[in-house]
């Protein structure tokens, strides 16, 4: 069953606001067994609105719309959505005694424009709103057969809406579909997808896609069958693969970071870390591991050196005095393990392009590692690239040394 959303609105076309609207439904609509096929984001046009409603109609089984049922001269969505389908709009007078039953309430009296609210096409039904002024508005084509869904922009209103009224009017999918992540962080997203082979293949079932976002690549497994059983064997089938083809790289499931996935091993283990960091990182690691008391629970010291300069022994490199800093720590007793990262340094490659350079060390008693990092672009993704280097030396650490 194909389903299509359309958000209607200027200022989502122009970037003054962005749609959040069309990514909540599709998740809502794909966990119905729905596949939602297009996304259509259109500004305020009489005539691109017409016209987007009626190939949307032809094309999916469910049509959802957001948007433009507010009382301004603007709010278009009522008066297109009748002239698409030849339909001529009339009054809803529940709505309107809504309206007005809700200004009253406010202790203010209707403006007369707020009327145009509780007009809907004459083969309509409309939806009740019972957070604000803006009813919905269902209706239901035979040729080709398709419902159209119509809820105000505001979210807490369109998604209160659609869960306690739309869904209930929406022809029934025999699909089951649900959606697994995977986290993975190590390779690329050509590597990945190189490894990964044929379960990256469209038209698969279960389908995996592969999006990279600031070093981590995450894998998302969406299969569709009969029931939730046969949907969790798929997955668990594909999972497994996966497993196997990008091994100790797969650090977490669904929205879990990888310094997450770090705490809980620590606190697990009653180990803590000591934190020494320039510029690679820029402090990102202290931010992460103060993002809750059980990440601040694992974290025994911070300190942050903001360049080079900032060391305090000029007889000694960079590199030394983080090392001595580190044995110090270690030796002390203030923590289990040293996170450690350099100065910064902005170099140019062999093609004559600039770039970040650095390198993060973790150190413990029985463990003494550093990775180069280097990146272009960006200082804010390098660093991000760089603290989750650090973070996976100690994970990889940790998960051999269980075995």
């Known amino acids: 069953m194909k389903a299509e959303i359309i958000a209607i609105g200027s200022e989502l076309t122009c970037g003054a606001r962005l749609d959040t609207n069309s990514q909540w439904l599709s998740r809502e609509l794909e966990g119905r067994g729905w596949t939602v096929q297009r996304h259509t984001t259109v500004a305020d046009d009489r005539d691109a609105m017409v016209r987007i409603y009626q190939e949307a109609a ?17 709010d278009i969505t009522r008066e297109t959505l009748a002239e698409a389908f030849d339909q001529k709009l009339v009054e809803d007078t529940p709505s309107l005694q809504h309206i007005e039953a809700l200004f009253q309430s406010r202790g203010r009296e209707m403006p007369e424009r707020n009327k145009v609210q509780a007009l809907r096409p004459e083969f309509s039904t409309s939806i009740h709103n019972a957070n ?36 209930e009017s929406l022809p029934t999918s025999d699909v089951v579909t649900r959606r697994s992540v995977l986290k993975t962080f190590g390779y690329g ?63 977490g499931e669904g929205d879990a970071e990888l310094h997450d996935v770090l705490v809980a091993d620590l606190l697990r283990r009653d180990l803590t870390l000591a934190l020494l960091e320039s510029s690679t990182t820029g402090g990102l690691l202290g931010q992460w591991f103060t993002e809750t008391e059980n990440h601040a629970s694992r974290l025994a010291f911070s300190q942050l050196y903001p360049s080079a300069a900032s060391f305090s022994d000029p007889e000694l490199d960079w590199e030394a005095a983080l090392r001595n800093r580190s044995a110090d720590l270690l030796h002390a007793g203030a923590a289990d393990f040293v996170l450690a990262s350099s100065p910064a340094a902005l170099v140019t490659n062999d093609k004559g392009v600039p770039m970040q350079q650095g390198r993060v060390i973790v150190v413990g008693k029985e463990l003494d590692v550093s990775q180069d990092v280097s990146m272009t672009g960006n200082l804010a993704i390098f660093r991000q690239r760089a603290a989750r280097t650090a973070a996976n030396l100690l994970r990889l650490y940790l998960l051999h040394a269980a075995k």
Do not use: W
Not at 58 to 74: A, C, E, K, N, Y
């Open 132 to 167: 604000g002024t803006a009813p919905g508005i269902l209706m239901k084509l035979d040729n080709p057969p398709c419902t159209i869904a119509v809820m105000p922009g505001v979210p807490a209103e369109m998604r209160s809406m659609f869960r306690e009224q739309v869904v």
């Open 189 to 251: 997203e050509s590597d990945a997808e190189r490894l990964l082979g044929d379960l990256t293949a469209r038209g698969r079932n279960p389908e995996v896609g592969i999006t990279a976002s600031q070093a981590v690549i995450s894998l998302s497994i969406t299969a569709r069958a009969g029931s939730v059983d046969e949907c969790e064997l798929l997955t668990a089938a594909v999972r497994e693969q996966i497993l196997n083809r990008l091994g100790d790289a797969v650090y």
């Open 58 to 74: 032809q094309r999916s089984h469910v049509v959802l719309i957001t948007g433009g049922l507010g009382p301004t001269l603007d």
